[in-house]
């Protein structure tokens, strides 16, 4: 369970990194979108989970380039956030499998064969 704190802090690193990408870092994802789905902070606010979602793009290539792109990323976010914070957080970034996983739910849900319920008949009885 996060505390109130790491929650302001995910909000905060959620936006700012969204903004980012949408912005600092466009030669870096090119045409692809990136979306910063989740962010989970460690109990001392000194790292930061990162999950993102891609459309446009190969995800493992993709996580893989801004994997690398790490310490840029990272400057970006302390010229943001500087001032508000006393550490800026290390950044992991994880896929966020979510999408998929709820396509494929639902084409497993789809593709169950359930019987139809009998008809119950409604017998009168005087």
């Not at 396509?103 to 593709?111: A, E, F, L, P, S």
């Amino acid at each position: 369970m996060e505390s109130k704190r790491q929650q302001k802090y995910s909000k905060l690193i959620q936006k700012e990194i969204g903004e980012i990408f949408q912005r600092e870092s466009k030669p870096l994802v090119g045409n692809a979108m990136v979306t910063v789905t989740r962010v989970l902070m460690s109990p001392d606010l000194g790292v930061a989970k990162v999950y993102l979602s891609f459309l446009l793009a190969n995800n493992k290539e993709m996580l893989e380039n801004i994997d690398s792109h790490k310490k840029e990323i990272r400057r970006h976010l302390g010229n943001r956030i500087g001032k508000s914070v006393r550490v800026v957080p290390e950044l992991i970034f994880y896929p966020d499998d979510s999408s998929a996983y709820a396509q494929y739910m639902d084409k497993v849900i789809g593709d169950l064969h359930i019987p139809e319920a009998p008809e119950e008949e409604d017998e009168d009885e005087d």
